[in-house]
């Protein structure tokens, strides 16, 4: 799994990359055993830096295993000397709260854009006999740095980009490990877009990647072109919204590079795509329906015409995809059994047009699979404010697409754990204190155990709508978009309005969500937090 994540390869290219750093890759092993360097088999704790991505919540309980077991002291006030242990990834710009009692500090943001200066700026600290908390202490205010209780906050997110060219992902990030055990073998991870124009309001990447950028065929092809990989796996939010990505798929298929893609959306799933993705023996295609029904849909802000998603699967079934995919999201605040049986009807739908599309064919019989989670209301989002459903709503909710599925030929239900979705709702949207439910899960034997004694606690952080000017834990950042666009965004929601996408130009000309006057702001000056348009205001650029 370590090996098929992209984030910390970036860094690790961009660190090593330097002659005056010596970086070393530390995976957590089986068991509880103390991490060893998989370089050098050195120790962990022999290191004054641990620069640490953390991309999902649930990593926060390996994340404390790997220290206590390195016998490295698992809070800050209990490590007043070296090593600093240095938080980054989506959680550091998401709600880095409760890893705060834990981290010395957090990069804020794109690596590129200010991780080596902290990296050499410490080395100077460390050879020349600074001690930890006085390099912090000068630290504290480094661009995308944030030391909990020492920076000025809120500390802004940090992006690697131009606001003159608001549209263009300079650097894309790329694998430098690949290998036939890593979970996509011998792939060549390669980013092709962050950030997503559709802004779903459920989704956390939509709103803390902004502005959404694309890279350019050139530098990708490039990139190939030194590595020569057998396989090249695309990673993006919304690989269809790139114009290039025919013609690169097509660039690649001539030189004999495989490739794979992450989820595609059914609007972006043309005859053309679709075609040459068969022709290259792709045979699992995922389409994302997100809501129940079209209400659903429209508060999730999924603009999804529900003749198009027919069309792409009737076209899938035709074109000889053996394996649909269909993701659905459940335990939406406003969600009823009328919504169940608006997805029951159109599940009928999605059959028939399995039909028409595969006609006789028998040999290549379509399976579906319905993969349904359980919604976790992020920071940064608009359900920010959202209550979440409770375990017993959650599994009602399985019950009914359990039996909704089951008479139906050809297609599988998968559904995810709702305890496993409730704990990642307390982690998302605690603050500093749920360090101890961390803490309690490494000592007390799992999750479940320091959920039960955390019971109190877990239903103050997810069973209660929040009220409009209720502060929240990870406002100690600001990745950009306006608390005022948010709570605006939420009200939509509550009326099932659609609000539109980014719009090709780019926040120059949009300024939806605040973050184009954002990106003007160099951090001198108070952020522009009221920059939004006003609650009241429609979400039309037309006026
Ligand atoms: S200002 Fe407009 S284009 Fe820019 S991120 Fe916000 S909504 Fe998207």
Same mark, same amino acid.
């Given at each position: 799994m370590g090996l098929s994540a992209l984030g910390w390869q970036a860094v690790y290219r961009l660190l090593a990359g330097q002659p005056e750093i010596a970086v070393e890759r530390f995976f957590l092993g089986k068991g509880f055993d103390a991490p060893e360097s998989a370089d050098s088999q050195r120790e962990l704790r022999l290191f004054p830096l641990m620069a640490v991505s953390v991309s999902? /919540?649930?990593?926060f309980l390996p994340f404390l295993r790997a220290l206590i077991a390195a016998g490295v002291p698992s809070t800050r006030t209990e490590r007043p000397d070296y090593p600093l242990i240095l938080v980054g990834g989506p959680i550091a710009f998401l709600n880095p709260a409760p890893l705060a009692p834990l981290a010395d500090a957090f990069f804020v943001g794109e690596a590129e854009a200010g991780l080596l200066d902290f990296c050499l700026a410490l080395k100077r600290a460390v050879f020349a006999g600074v001690g930890k908390q006085a390099f912090l202490e000068s630290a504290k205010d480094m661009p995308g740095i944030y030391v909990p209780g020492l920076s000025k906050i809120p500390v802004r997110r940090v992006l690697a980009m131009s606001p003159d060219h608001c549209g263009l992902l300079a650097t894309p990030a790329w694998s430098c490990f690949t290998g036939p055990q890593a979970a996509f073998p011998d792939a060549l991870l390669l980013e092709i877009n962050r950030g997503c124009p559709h802004a779903c309001r459920f989704c956390a990447a939509g709103f803390v990647y902004r502005p959404p950028r694309h890279a350019c065929m050139e530098d990708l092809q490039a990139i190939v072109e030194e590595a020569r990989p057998p396989k090249v796996g695309l990673v993006g939010t919304a690989l269809t919204d790139w114009p290039e990505l025919l013609p690169f798929l097509r660039w690649l298929h001539a030189r004999k590079t495989k490739f794979s893609l992450s989820s595609l959306r059914a609007d972006g799933l043309t005859e053309e795509l679709l075609c040459f993705l068969r022709a290259c023996g792709i045979r699992t295609v995922t389409l994302a329906l997100e809501g129940a029904s079209e209400r659903l849909r429209h508060a999730a802000n999924k603009k999804l015409d529900a003749e198009v998603f027919l069309e792409a699967v009737e076209r899938a079934a035709r074109l000889g995809v053996n394996h649909l995919r269909v993701y659905l999201i459940i335990g939406w605040p406003w969600e009823g059994p009328q919504d169940y049986d608006e997805l029951q009807a159109f599940l009928g739908r999605i059959l028939a047009a399995r039909d028409r599309g595969q =006609?006789?064919? @028998?040999? /290549?019989f379509m399976r579906i699979t319905l993969g349904a989670s359980s919604l976790v209301p992020k920071p940064? @989002? !608009?359900?920010?404010?959202a209550p979440m459903a409770s375990e017993e709503t959650l599994v009602a909710a399985q019950k009914r697409l359990k039996d909704m599925t089951k008479a139906l030929r050809g297609v599988a239900l998968q559904v995810d754990a709702p305890f496993q979705a409730r704990l990642q709702g307390v982690l998302t949207r605690g =603050? /500093? /204190? @749920?360090f101890e439910l961390v803490r309690m899960a490494a000592t007390e034997g799992g999750w479940k155990k320091a959920m039960r004694l955390w019971a109190d606690q877990t239903r103050d952080i997810l069973d209660r709508e929040r009220g409009q000017d209720e502060a929240f834990p990870w406002e100690v950042i600001h990745t950009g978009v306006s608390r005022q666009s948010l709570w605006r965004e939420w009200g939509r929601a509550k009326r099932s309005l659609p609000t539109p996408s980014c !719009?090709?130009? =780019?926040?120059a000309e949009c300024g939806l969500c605040g973050l184009d006057k954002w990106l003007q702001n160099d951090g001198s000056g108070p952020e522009p937090e009221n920059s939004g348009p006003s609650a009241e205001a429609p979400a039309d650029r037309s006026g």
């Open positions: 999902f /919540e649930e990593d =006609g006789r064919k @028998t040999s /290549e940064w @989002t !608009p359900m920010q404010w =603050g /500093e /204190e @749920t !719009p090709r130009a =780019g926040c």
